[in-house]
């Protein structure tokens, strides 16, 4: 996750049926809305490369279906580490929203667990919209940090684990707000949106562990105040449905998966997490070769969220992006892939609709 790197696209095909194909933890992860403080200037970063955008197709009927057709155009923006605006017509659905961005020492070999939680406003009111739903993968700083703030000034509902539950309503979250999830729910919540809630896993560092394990049954003692407070509580993805006629989004939000749980989710694109290692087992062909080869794949949380969101994205230096593509290339030669910037919006197929 760091450096910077821009919007690239590989030729392939968007959408496409029946085609035959053949660590870790840097983030953890949050919840919480404390005290604002200066946002930090981030630092010199090149200009993203750029590459002209093949003509945008128009859109065939989505791999996974679902949903009714009143769905309306569909858009996507990046949030940077591995969140995600969503916008269904006039509804707005975010992924994991993380835009603080605080430092917590992660990136410069001076991590501090006892980092305390805070929240922008105005930093994370400019990029999220009046949500309706906010999905979250689980519990780490950088993925639930946001969250409390977003729900209690938009009402917006949140799904995610029961840990996510608890961390919230002890940060003033109305428990009528959140809906617990374990993995297998189909949920319809209208208007052309279908969520589909997937079982999967947490990334793992060279010793296969990662920051702060661990789940809640029950509200903590007290509200979580530093980053340490916020366990993982279990990890779930997404896959997202726009309408019958629109796009299915295959969301993770950590660099590993159940390779049986994402078996026949067949989306049209996968914004999927980049490992830090190779401690889980050809994770790239593996996870693309479960997944039915989607049309488009998407490498998220590889960049460094401690530099505030803004110009081009700064790569995580531990990540290979590089290595990540080729391994892409490699497992679905047909899949197209696009690396994000979070200046850019894109259509429905994931092709470059202008800067924000």
Not at 196 to 209: D, F, G, I, Q, T
Not at 258 to 281: F, K, N, Q, W
Request: charged fraction near 20%; proline fraction near 10%; hydrophobic fraction near 40%.
């Amino acid at each position: 996750m760091t450096q910077d790197t821009p919007a690239a696209d590989r030729p392939g095909t968007p959408f496409r049926r029946g085609v035959d194909r053949r660590a870790v933890l840097r983030g953890a992860a949050l919840g919480a809305a404390s005290p604002l403080i200066p946002a930090v200037a981030a630092p010199a970063a090149a200009a993203p490369a750029t590459t002209a955008p093949d003509p945008a197709p128009t859109p065939g009927p989505a791999r996974g279906g679902g949903g009714d057709r009143a769905a309306g155009p569909v858009s996507w923006r990046w949030l940077g580490t591995a969140g995600w605006r969503i916008d269904v017509g006039d509804r707005t659905v975010l992924f994991d929203p993380y835009l603080t961005r605080f430092r917590t020492g992660l990136f410069d070999g001076a991590f501090d667990p006892g980092t305390r939680l805070r929240t922008r406003p105005e930093v994370v009111d400019a990029h999220v919209g009046r949500p309706e739903l906010v999905l979250v993968s689980h519990s780490h700083w950088d993925h639930l940090g946001d969250v409390p703030h977003i729900a209690r000034t938009t009402g917006a509902r949140v799904v995610g684990t029961e840990t996510t539950y608890h961390l919230l309503v002890s940060l003033g979250v109305d428990a009528g707000q959140i809906s617990v999830v374990k993995g297998g729910e189909v949920l319809d919540f209208g208007g052309g949106v279908t969520v589909e809630v997937v079982p999967s896993l947490h990334s793992r560092n060279k010793k296969c562990a990662y920051f702060a394990p661990g789940t809640l049954n029950a509200p903590p003692a007290r509200a979580p105040r530093t980053i340490s407070d916020l366990p993982e509580g279990d990890t779930l993805a997404f896959r997202v449905t726009a309408g019958e006629g629109g796009p299915s989004a295959f969301l993770m939000g950590a660099s590993d998966f159940s390779e049986r749980a994402v078996r026949g989710l067949r989306p049209d694109l996968a914004m999927v997490a980049v490992p830090a290692g190779t401690t889980t087992h050809r994770y790239v062909p593996r996870l693309l070769r479960a997944l039915d080869g989607p049309g488009v794949v998407v490498p998220v949380h590889w960049d460094n969220f401690e530099v505030p969101l803004g110009g081009a994205p700064v790569r995580d230096p531990s990540m290979d992006l590089e290595a990540f593509l080729a391994q892409v290339a490699e497992a679905s030669p047909a899949t197209r892939v696009v690396v994000p910037d979070p200046r850019t919006v894109y259509d429905a197929a994931m092709r470059p609709g202008g800067r924000r």
